[in-house]
């Protein structure tokens, strides 16, 4: 997998997606545990920050009559 695949919006939620199941399971230390949630947190804000930037872009679009 390359690294622009690896930063995409898709790979960080599924990320995320594999941290809660893990920390569902209730098998997970609580050392991997503080991990995985500082891990989590932080992939959340990174896609949050990718949201507000598409979302953006988006109103600029539509501000500008939809041209590029």
Known sequence: MNSDSSNSFESKLARID???KELE???VPLDR????????KALSRECEAMLKSAQ???DR???DGGSP
């Open 25 to 27: 399971t209730n098998q």
């Open 33 to 40: 545990a503080i991990e995985l949630f500082k891990e989590g």
């Open 61 to 63: 679009a539509m501000s």
């Open 56 to 58: 953006e872009q988006v």
């Open 18 to 20: 594999a941290i809660v």
